[in-house]
C-alpha cells in the first residue's frame, strides 16, 4: 500500500484546486513550480484519509463534510520555520520601546505585544526571554504577550513549550539555563521545556489572518515576520490597514527581512529601520 501510495501523482487540474482552495482560505500563494513539493506534503493526507488519487482527495476537501480537512491541508501548506532571536535587531528596537514606557507601566499601564504567525513559538518566547532579561520583576507588570498563527499543529505545540536541541538553535547556554528546563525524551534526545515564568507572559490563539481579528488592538509592538511572504500584493495591501489599526500610535511593526510595505505611508506608516514601522503622527 505505501509503494503504490509513493506513486500517487498530482494532476495539475488536481493541483490548481488546491492551490485554489489555499488562496482563498488562507491567503497562501502556491505557483506551478511547487507542485512536486505540494505533492509530497499531501501524499500522508491521501495515507491517512486511505484515498488512492488526488482527484477523491480534491472532491473529498472540498465538500461540505471536508470542513476538518481544510483544517490539515493549511497545515500541511504551511511553513514553519522559525528560530530563536531570529533577526534580532528587532528585539533591539522592542527593548528601547519598552525601557521609555517602563515608567507608566511601573504606574499601572499595559503592555501588548502581539507574534502574528508565531509558528511554534519561538518568536513570542524570544520576546519573553528579552523582556524577563531587561526586567526581571516583569510579571508584577500588565505585560502579556499573544501568539497567533492559522496551524493549529504549530499552536498545539507552542503552547507545550517544549523544544528538541535543534529548534533550540539561537538560545545561548546561560539562557538555556535560566529560561529552561531540559529533559531526555523517549528517543533520548535532550528537550528544553520553557519555565513558566517566561511561557505564562505568552497567550498561543488559532488565528487565520484573513479572519475577523477578535481582539481589541492597542498593540505596543507587532511581529508578523515571515508570514506575509507567501502572500500576494493584493491580500498585504488588505493587511497593511488592519495592522495599523491594531497599533498603538507610538507603536511598532516588524515584518521579515525579505518582507516590505511598499509605499508605507499610504496606510499610515513610516519606515523606522530595517522592515521595521511605525504610525505616522496625525
Ligand atoms: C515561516 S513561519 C514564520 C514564523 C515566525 N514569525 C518567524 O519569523 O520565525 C510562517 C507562519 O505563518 C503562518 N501563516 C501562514 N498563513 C497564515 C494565515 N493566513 N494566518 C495566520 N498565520 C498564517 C504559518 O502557519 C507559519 O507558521
Known amino acids: 500500500m505505501k509503494t503504490a501510495m509513493k506513486n500517487v501523482n498530482l494532476d495539475k487540474h488536481s493541483f490548481q484546486a488546491i492551490a485554489d482552495l489555499a488562496y482563498r482560505e488562507s491567503g497562501l500563494t502556491l505557483v506551478d513550480e511547487k507542485i512536486m513539493m505540494i505533492q509530497s506534503r499531501l501524499r500522508h493526507r491521501l495515507r491517512a484519509l486511505k484515498l488512492d488519487n488526488f482527484t477523491d482527495y480534491c472532491d473529498f476537501v472540498l465538500s461540505e463534510s471536508g470542513y476538518d480537512e481544510r483544517?490539515?491541508?493549511?497545515?500541511?501548506?504551511?511553513?514553519?520555520?522559525?528560530?530563536?532571536f531570529r533577526e534580532n535587531h528587532h528585539f533591539e528596537v522592542l527593548l528601547s520601546l519598552v525601557k521609555q514606557k517602563l515608567p507608566t507601566l511601573r504606574n499601572g499601564g499595559r503592555l501588548r505585544i502581539w507574534s502574528a504567525g508565531c509558528s511554534n513559538g519561538q518568536e513570542a518566547l524570544s520576546v519573553a526571554i528579552k523582556l524577563y532579561e531587561a526586567i526581571p520583576d516583569i510579571s508584577r507588570l500588565d505585560v502579556r504577550i499573544l501568539a497567533t498563527d492559522i496551524d493549529p499543529k504549530v499552536v498545539q505545540f507552542a503552547r507545550t513549550g517544549c523544544y528538541s536541541e535543534r529548534l533550540m538553535n539561537g538560545v545561548v547556554c546561560d539562557l538555556r539555563e535560566k529560561y529552561f528546563s531540559q529533559d531526555i525524551d523517549l528517543n533520548d534526545e535532550k528537550t528544553y521545556t520553557a519555565r513558566s515564568e517566561?511561557?505564562?507572559?505568552?497567550q498561543f490563539n488559532e488565528l487565520n489572518l484573513l479572519g475577523s481579528w477578535p481582539m481589541q488592538g492597542?498593540?505596543?509592538?507587532?511581529?508578523?515576520?515571515?508570514?506575509v511572504i507567501y502572500f500576494d500584493a493584493k491580500t498585504q495591501t488588505a493587511l497593511w490597514p488592519r495592522f495599523h489599526q491594531m497599533l498603538k500610535s507610538d507603536g511598532v511593526f516588524f515584518l521579515g527581512h525579505s518582507e516590505r510595505i511598499a509605499d508605507?505611508?499610504?496606510?499610515g506608516f513610516r519606515c523606522s529601520g530595517p522592515t521595521t514601522y511605525t504610525p505616522i503622527m496625525a
Do not use: E, G, M
Open 218 to 227: 492597542n498593540f505596543d509592538a507587532i511581529f508578523c515576520r515571515n508570514v
Open 198 to 202: 517566561v511561557h505564562s507572559l505568552v
Open 264 to 267: 508605507p505611508s499610504t496606510f
Open 71 to 84: 483544517k490539515q491541508l493549511i497545515s500541511a501548506l504551511t511553513t514553519n520555520v522559525s528560530h530563536f
